[in-house]
Each structure stands twice: as C-alpha cells, then as structure tokens.
C-alpha cells in the first residue's frame, strides 16, 4: 500500500511563513506526531480543534489530510471521506489534491464501490501519484474474482487497462462461454496482449490506409441515431441533431462528386454506451475508414481518439467545446471552438477595440458552458493586465450591488449565458447606472431572432455565434433551396454543420491524402462555406470564432477572420 511520507517531508517549509499562529503551529505538529507514532485515535482528537470552518490557516488542509488518514487507518472509513469532502470544498485549490483523490479511492475500494474510486484515479494528473494510484488499482482489482462484476467495471471503465487484463485473466481461466470469448478476443486486441487460451474468433485489425490512393475516401458517422428506437411518426427527437448532420453530410457528398472526389459515407449507429463503439471498431469494414465524423459522448469518443491515433487517421468531434479529449490525441479535432479558443479570440477582439479602460464586468448564467466560459474570459483578461471589477452569475440581483458605477466603470462587459433573457437584464442594470460601454455577449443570452436595434438602445453590442449564418451567402440560398425540395423541410444548423464538415475533410484528403496534418497546418481560410469555416493551424480545435454585431436591421461579421 502506498505510504503518505512524501508529504510528511513538506511540512516543515510551512512553520516558518511569515505570520503562522503560533498555537495552530504547535497542535498541528503534535497531531502529526501522534499519527506518526501509530496513535490515531490521539491524533486525531488533536487534529479535530484544526479542522473548524473558521480556520484559514495554510496548515488546514493538512490538518483535514491527516486526520482522514488516521480516521482510514482506524477503519473508520465514512469519516475518512467526509473530512476529505468538508477539505475540497473548502481548500478546491490545494495543490496536493490528487493526495486526497487518491486516499478518497482507497476509501472506495475498501468498501467496494470500485466504480467511483476508478473514476477518482483517473482525475489524477500528478505524475508520482499516479504511478502510485496504478498500484493501487492493480492490488483491489486483481483480487476480485466476480467475472459479472469485472464485465460491469469494463462497461464503465472501457478505456481502463488494468481492469481489461484482470477480465481477460478471469475468462481465459473460468470461462467457455462464447460472449465471454469473442470479449476476451476485443480486449486483447484493443489492449496489446497476447491471449493464452483460443478463441473462436479473430478480432480485424487495420493495418494501414493504403496512402489513400484507392482513389475514394471511406467517412465513418458514427452517430447516435439510436434506430431502435426510431419511428417515422414521431416529429421531435432528442437525437434529431443526428439525422440533420447526416442529411447535410449526403448534400456534401453529391457536391464533393461533382468536384470529382468521391466519399463513400458509412453509417454507425452509437450512442452513450462505449460497448457500441467498440463493436464498431472491431468490425471488418470500419477498418478501411479514412476519416472519423462522431461519435459525441464521452466514452465511446475516448474509444474514437484512441483508435485514430493508434491507426493515423482523423477524428473528428462535431459537438465538444472541451480540450480534453484532445490530450495525447494529436489527430483528434473538435469542430468547434473550444471554450479556451472562444474566450481567447474575443477578448482579443475586445483588447482590439478603441478604448484605454482596463477594467472590465463579467457575468454569466447556470450552465456549465456559462461558467467555464466566463472563468477562461477572465483568465485570460488576467494575463493581459486587465482588472475584473465584477464577476457574478446572472441570477443574482444585479441591482443591489453597487460594483460598477460611473466612477468605476469598466471599459467593457461581458455577458456568458445560456438564458436568453439575461442579456436584456444586464442591459437593463447598465442603462439604470447611465453607462454605456460596449457589451460582449454570448448568442444565447438573446434572443438573436427577435432583437431589434431599440432593443440594444444604440449600444455597441458583440455576439460570440459559432452559428452564425450569411443569408446572403450565394451557397446559403442554393443549400437552403436544395434541401427544401429533397428534405420538404427548412435545414437546420446541424444539417448545415455537416454539409460543412463533410466538404472540408472531404476536400482535405483529397489534395493531402495521408499528409492531413499538414494541410491542416498550411491550409489558408476560405470563404466557402455555409457557416464561418475552418481553421486548424496549429491547433485541434477550430480557430474561427465568428463575433458578429447589428448593421442596418440585420446581423453582420464584426471581425475579420
């Protein structure tokens, strides 16, 4: 079992900072004393005064780490994990939290929810802790002999190896059951193993694209169309996204044939359940897949990264705003903007604008999506010198505070929500406080459809739209018409996002077959798409963040591209 002495060590570079309460100080080291000497229950009877809410002290997160040390060595494991909780809530930034993540999965192992202490393992970044963590996995996972349970642990954890080798062990030496065969077969194949009993299948593996000179292109879709559950009746799908991209996909098949490159386009159907996706992979056809489109939950898209990477081909995730995925996998691309790139681009549009004032207000709605946003607006901010004068959700009172004045004013504001009312809220706060300054906003905290020019009463207002589309656009009006008269329907965004994507990786393997790193990296922007378009230099996520503003009664580009 791992030992916590590596911390033990650190403690003593905290006794002298600067203003440390001395009594605090000396409690403190008597607790840990007692814990090294094997008296827990002591130590811990010394540590508890510590831990109280009132305590601010840099030792109080230690004090909470300990005492849960001792509480898990006494067996005492509820109270372990509660004092680990009560620490994250209130230390969140401590840099030694993968410490606690990592007693918190030994406290999950010990009672055998091996599920949730996994998912504390993997939220471990710590290069020695991790080593450590994968020790521990290996101790509790190998002594479960329950092959039902491991089958469970794999279903939520297809990504984990240590919980694959311990399932292929089971198998080969308790089972003959067929399913339990062909699954040991996929998970030796996907894992690098060899495989010490036969089987009765051989799982495909790709080889290599053949350099794309077969002269097409094989597109995968791997989508949640979930078919079991279609019905042609039914008008309203929370999966309707699906059918719209794919729809669009097929238009830009017939225009990329008409450029003389021909796309084959197959179809997958997979949803939330990684099982799906590896079924996809392993299958014989998916392996002369040339480019990847889906698919958007998080486990079956971990299976996806993984598999384009060991392979070299593309994958791409047409709804994710976050980076992560996009670690260790450099031929994964997110189609969109990530939450970085769009904070990024627009505070720089922002910076660009006339103005001195380096102060700015920020305020964001409930979502996740709102949040990080506005966090990664004002890290960036930040690091530019610029004061954050204000920074509040949106469903606070914004009246009551009194925050930003006329005195105080910020050069600019900012507004991340996905309530389509709050950016009239915070319009309605500056126009009672008499300041006008420009306004950034996020497109979904308005009602882009219905704002009229009174609405922004003569403000200089800016929408971050990654939807945004140019009616105007000679190839908006065609696609519109072209997929009227074939869908008898109006295209949606998503049937337009696929048209777009589909043309552009269709176009890209075409000119640089199995140099599309390279085209992605030397590729300039065109002006040739239904939405804003791509760019990829030097990035895995799309670079184009369409910041758009009102002209003459309609919505047009504010920034150049």
Not at 201 to 212: E, K
Not at 422 to 438: A, C, E, Q, S, Y
Request: no cysteine; glycine share 4%.
């Amino acid at each position: 079992m791992r030992k916590s002495f590596f911390l033990i060590y650190l403690f003593p570079f905290f006794m002298y900072a600067q203003g440390v309460d001395a009594t605090y100080e000396r409690e403190y080291k008597r607790g840990v004393a007692l814990y090294k000497s094997g008296d827990f229950a002591s130590a811990m009877s010394a540590l508890t005064p510590l831990t109280a809410r009132k305590y601010t002290h840099g030792l109080a997160p230690f004090a909470h780490y300990y005492w849960s040390l001792a509480a898990l060595k006494t067996n005492r494991l509820s109270e372990s994990r509660q004092m680990l909780m009560q620490l994250r809530e209130r230390f969140p930034d401590w840099k030694k939290m993968d410490d606690v993540r990592y007693v918190l999965a030994d406290v999950s192992f010990q009672e055998k929810q091996f599920g949730e202490a996994l998912d504390y393992l993997e939220e471990i970044s710590t290069p020695s802790v991790k080593k450590e963590a994968e020790n521990l996995k290996r101790f509790y996972v190998n002594k479960l002999q329950d092959i039902a349970y491991l089958k469970s642990l794999n279903r939520q954890h297809p990504a984990d190896k240590t919980v694959a080798l311990a399932l292929i062990d089971m198998i080969q030496r308790t089972s003959n059951e067929k399913s339990d065969l062909e699954l040991s077969d996929q998970l030796t194949n996907r894992f690098g193993v060899v495989s010490s009993k036969p089987t009765s299948q051989v799982t495909p593996v790709r080889q290599s694209n053949n350099n794309l000179q077969k002269g097409y292109y094989n597109v995968a879709v791997a989508l949640p169309f979930r078919l079991k559950e279609f019905s042609p009746n039914q008008r309203a799908r929370t999966n309707q996204f699906a059918y719209d991209m794919y729809e669009g996909m097929k238009l830009a098949k017939a225009k990329l044939q008409q450029e003389g490159i021909l796309v084959n386009l197959f179809t997958y159907d997979v949803s939330n359940d990684p099982e799906e996706m590896v079924n996809v992979v392993n299958n014989a056809n998916f392996a002369q897949t040339d480019l990847l489109i889906g698919p958007v939950y998080n486990e079956p898209a971990k299976l996806a990264a993984d598999y384009a990477e060991s392979n070299n081909i593309f994958y791409v995730h047409p709804t994710s705003l976050a980076t992560d995925i996009l670690v260790n996998h450099a031929n994964t691309l997110l189609l969109q903007p990530s939450f970085e790139r769009q904070a990024q681009q627009s505070f720089d549009f922002m910076r660009s604008q006339p103005s001195t004032n380096r102060k700015l207000a920020i305020y964001y709605g409930a979502t996740r999506r709102d949040s990080t946003l506005a966090a990664s607006y004002k890290t960036k901010a930040t690091e530019a010198g610029y004061q954050t004068i204000d920074f509040r959700k949106t469903r606070e009172k914004l009246d009551s505070s009194a925050t930003i004045t006329e005195v105080n004013k910020p050069g600019h504001v900012v507004v991340f929500s996905s309530t389509e009312t709050d950016g009239n809220k915070v319009l309605n706060m500056l126009n009672k406080r008499r300041i006008n300054v420009p306004l950034l906003a996020s497109s979904l905290a308005f009602n882009m459809q219905n704002v009229v020019a009174s609405t922004l009463s003569g403000r200089e207002v800016y929408i971050i739209d990654t939807e945004f589309i140019d009616t105007s656009k000679a190839q908006v009006r065609d696609f519109q018409t072209n997929y009227l008269t074939k869908r008898n329907t109006i295209p949606s965004i998503y049937a337009m996002q696929g048209y777009d994507a589909l043309l552009f990786f269709g176009r890209l393997l075409h000119k640089y077959r199995n140099q599309v790193r390279t085209g992605l990296d030397t590729r300039v922007f065109e002006d040739d798409y239904l939405l804003s378009g791509f760019n990829y230099k030097s990035s895995n996520d799309n670079q184009v963040v369409p910041i758009v503003k009102m002209d003459d009664m309609r919505w047009v580009l504010a920034n150049g591209q």
